[in-house]
């Protein structure tokens, strides 16, 4: 009887050792869980609050008076004779006369500092479209400078530490901003040149629309060759192909190939598709090349595991109703597979889009300013944009860098949003 009530305690001790090493791994479970949140909210929190800033843009309002004998024009005149005309002496002088009380050659040069750079072209613009305004004043929102413009978001009005300041601006400009801001010229805006213009050596007039046509342009050369190839491959390695040592072997290297870093395929493709067969550099066309290369692994690999999902009975029945076999796979076994090879091919295009390595060895590296319009035109992508902006050192591109990679985070969450909308929306439970 003692043996029993020994053996019972020991029993019981036992089983609360084990509960308490369950309960243990359950807490390790929520820590860890608890832990990674805690490091994507803080990651998240970092890039958002160092790139918010970037989605508003400093203007000032200016009154320029486009008087026909500084800028000996007419109304009449010719496209060519606008495009001659000295619209930076214009400007320069336009300036000054409205700041009479800025005189040493210094603070002119710091007043000239307050606007972008590309003042004159954009008057020059605006008079190549509508001539009329020669003879005319114009209320013109100018855009500010990026050292003007990351002052006034982030320290102007702020009782800040000289070594906590944003922006590098003088006194003479900070006394001009003051001057600015009591005229009420100073406005913010939604910064619409980020989406609207392509890369700039001005970090105010840069944007992100050439490197997202840029990917766009990649990614369509990509799906269109991935998909069907790696649809075809997965039909027949499951259907079709006999299952011997060379089958093994395609599989193995599929699975291996899978695994391999990304920059190999850029080196790949740096040997074959531009050393070998003379293709240009920086072009979407290649960069589809060997972005095809590297989801091709993880779209037959996903496509093989929806074709296998897909009962047997259902290959039996259109047998047993006559059927071939290539009217079983496309009638029957190809749709009910869909879903889950679309769920795939949308990862692979995700994990496209976020690469850089590869498309830094076929020159995607290259600066662009012009907006790509077909898939031979130079290009850069968004991630290699991104690597491009950390590398610079204006404060200003710090701001663009963190904006394009919430951009580049938004379409990676929605294209991975759509894969699991459509895994569940579509999916077929056997």
């Known amino acids: ?3 029993q009530e020994i053996v019972a305690q020991k029993r019981a001790a036992q089983l609360a050792k084990r509960h308490r090493a369950e309960s243990r791994f359950k807490w390790f479970g929520r820590l860890s869980i608890g832990f990674g949140l805690l490091c994507v909210l803080f990651l998240f929190t970092d890039i958002i609050s160092k790139g918010i800033g970037a989605f508003t ?3 000032i309002n200016i009154e ?45 040069r710091s007043l000239y500092a307050l606007f972008t750079s590309d003042a004159p072209l954009i008057l020059r613009d605006m008079v190549l479209a509508d001539p009329s305004i020669i003879g005319t004043t114009q209320t013109v929102s100018m855009i500010a400078d990026d050292d003007f413009d990351t002052y006034y978001k982030h320290s102007y009005g702020r009782d800040l530490p000289e070594d906590k300041v944003i922006g590098r601006i003088n006194d003479f400009q900070v006394s001009m901003l003051n001057k ?19 890369d700039s050596r001005e970090p105010e007039l840069a944007g992100i629309k050439g490197a997202i046509m840029g ?4 990614l369509f050369v990509t799906l269109i060759l991935s998909f069907p190839i790696a649809v075809a491959t997965a039909i027949y390695l499951e259907e079709f192909a006999p299952k011997n040592k060379f089958t093994d072997f395609i599989e193995v290297n599929i699975n291996n190939l899978a695994a391999v870093p990304s920059v190999i395929f850029g080196l790949l493709g740096l ?33 093989r595991a929806a074709i296998k999902a897909v009962p047997p009975s259902i290959r039996d029945a259109a047998l047993g109703m006559g059927a071939s076999k290539v009217q079983t796979v496309l009638h029957h076994v190809l749709p009910l597979a869909m879903p889950g090879m679309l769920t795939g091919t949308i990862i692979g295009m995700a994990q496209a889009l976020g690469e850089t390595a590869p498309l830094l060895m076929i020159g995607m590296v290259a600066f662009i300013v012009d907006t790509p319009a077909s898939i031979t035109d130079s290009a850069t992508v968004l991630p290699v944009q991104i690597f491009l902006w950390s590398d610079s050192p204006e404060r ?12 580049l985070l938004g379409f990676l969450i929605f294209m991975n949003s759509m894969a699991v909308w459509l895994r569940k929306r579509l999916e077929r439970r056997w």
Do not use: C
Request: net charge neutral; aromatic share 12%.
């Open 396 to 407: 200003a591109f710090v701001e663009k860098t963190s904006a394009a990679i919430m951009v």
């Open 57 to 59: 843009q400093t203007y």
């Open 64 to 108: 320029i008076p486009f008087d026909e004998e500084k800028l000996g024009l007419t109304p009449q005149s010719t496209e060519a004779e606008i495009k001659a005309a000295s619209f930076g002496s214009f400007f320069k002088k336009t300036l000054r006369e409205q700041n009479p009380e800025v005189t040493g050659r210094k603070d002119k």
């Open 180 to 198: 600015f801001v009591d005229a009420g010229v100073v406005e913010k805006r939604f910064n619409t040149i980020f989406f609207s213009n392509a």
């Open 271 to 303: 040997a074959v598709f531009i050393n070998f067969f003379g293709m240009p550099r920086s072009v979407p066309l290649v960069g589809g090349f060997v972005l095809t290369l590297m989801t091709l692994p993880t779209i037959i690999i996903s496509s």
């Open 215 to 218: 990917s766009i342009l990649t």
């Open 1 to 3: 009887m003692i043996d």
